[in-house]
């Protein structure tokens, strides 16, 4: 039985001494197996635990010796052995939560003198310089030949770039990295986005630049990545389209969409209120949603966009008279903010009330409304634009809806009398 963590071995009689203990672990492999006792030459069972300084490694005696297990944060990595002789306290973390368990477990019947038979033993043997190494926090592979076929990624890393090596789909190995921080595949073949990236819960970088991705899946958008994510770059794809769940990315501070295919950006963008970082250049947005208002960005790029020419005029005219019922009952469970979900109204009408449109005056419109786009200038949503054409300007269209025809009406009169002045 072995088990590689970072210990500390603390005397419990340093305190009587006005002593301190150093409080930091070092890389350690701790092996529990027999070993002959020169004095009684009996075998005894014991743990040895070997660490970069000490590769031989230390002997501690197993059966009877251990006064008490500390394991209060056990599936986190880390538990503490008591040793009665000598009086010590053997302190582990930054283990693998499963084989802690089974290293305490194999203790703890070592201890009670337990048939050796039945115990998983190891044997107590120094140890190789690599074994004891620190934990590898950064790998960067950036050529086919250096990727690794045959062995597993470090499970302590932090940051991973894998770039340049043609991968055509995720290795689900680095799926097991469970500290993984930053994902850098850019630069491979990638066309397709396993769900299970959403389960790397410390994932706040994901660095998808230059592959063949096709679509971001709503798996994706509704992981603990809504927790996580803060910078996401998926630009120089094939992305068409966002789903509608992707503003639920709400923890996103950077998102780069560039030179991709994207003919619109997702209707709730205004949601990322912690968007500060956005572009999407180079794609074939011809209008912005109308809740891009609602951004606070810093820094803006729209460059190389097809956007038209906003006319007021120019509209789709999407009404009925009188109001279906539906129409009139989702607008007013919009607009009163009534509760619902799946398990009080048809999925269907749940899709249709997550993106209402708002109308000048405040209210709701859902499938019926009266559609146009207005110039907006850039800088009313962010303190630095890129010029998004090489005219030099700064606006660019952006929808509008209008819940009826009085309100499309005022609308125009406002406008006309805008150009007037």
């Avoid at 910078?231 to 969409?257: A, G, H, M, Y």
């Avoid at 949503?381 to 269209?397: C, E, F, I, K, R």
Wanted: aromatic share 6%.
């Amino acid at each position: 039985m072995k088990l590689q963590c970072d210990v500390e071995v603390v005397n419990r009689m340093l305190p009587s001494f006005g002593m301190k203990s150093r409080g930091k672990g070092m890389r350690a492999v701790l092996s529990i197996g027999k070993h002959l006792d020169k004095r009684s030459q009996r075998s005894n069972i014991y743990m040895m635990i070997c660490t970069a300084k000490d590769r031989a490694g230390s002997k501690y005696k197993l059966k009877g010796n251990i006064e008490k297990f500390f394991t209060w944060f056990v599936d986190e990595g880390k538990a503490t052995v008591r040793l009665k002789e000598p009086a010590v306290d053997i302190c582990l973390s930054k283990a693998d939560a499963n084989s802690l368990k089974n290293f305490l477990s194999a203790a703890r019947l070592a201890d009670r003198g337990t048939d050796t038979s039945s115990l998983p033993l190891s044997t107590l043997t120094p140890v190789r310089a690599r074994d004891v190494e620190q934990p590898k926090k950064k790998l960067t592979i950036v050529s086919k030949k250096d990727y690794p076929l045959t062995s597993n990624f470090p499970y302590s890393l932090e940051q991973l770039q894998v770039s340049y090596c043609k991968l055509s789909r995720v290795d689900m190995r680095m799926l097991s990295l469970k500290a993984l921080r930053k994902l850098d595949l850019s630069n491979n073949h990638i066309k397709k986005l396993p769900a299970t990236i959403g389960d790397l819960s410390c994932l706040s970088e994901l660095i998808l630049h230059n592959n063949h991705l096709e679509a971001f899946s709503e798996a994706l958008c509704l992981s603990t990545l809504q927790r996580t994510l803060q910078l996401l770059d998926i630009s120089q794809n094939r992305l068409q389209s966002l789903p509608t769940q992707f503003c639920q990315l709400k923890e996103l501070v950077n998102l780069k969409l560039d030179d991709n295919e994207l003919v619109c950006l997702p209707f709730h963008i205004g949601r990322l209120s912690k968007l500060r970082f956005l572009s999407a250049a180079h794609n074939q947005l011809a209008v912005l949603p109308s809740d891009f208002r609602k951004l606070s960005l810093e820094n803006l790029d729209l460059f190389g966009n097809p956007f038209v020419q906003p006319n007021p005029l120019d509209n789709k005219m999407q009404l009925k008279f009188p109001l279906p019922l539906q129409e009139i009952a989702s607008r007013a469970v919009a607009n009163l903010r009534i509760p619902y979900g799946p398990h009080l109204i048809p999925a269907h009408l749940c899709r249709d009330l997550e993106v209402a449109k708002i109308c000048d005056c405040g209210c709701v419109c859902i499938s019926y409304y009266v559609k146009t786009a207005v110039s907006m200038n850039l800088h009313q949503v962010s303190h630095t634009v890129v010029l998004v054409d090489d005219m030099g300007g700064t606006d660019a269209p952006v929808q509008q809806h209008f819940c009826s025809l009085s309100c499309y009406s005022q609308f125009l009169d406002n406008s006309l009398q805008r150009g007037i002045r």
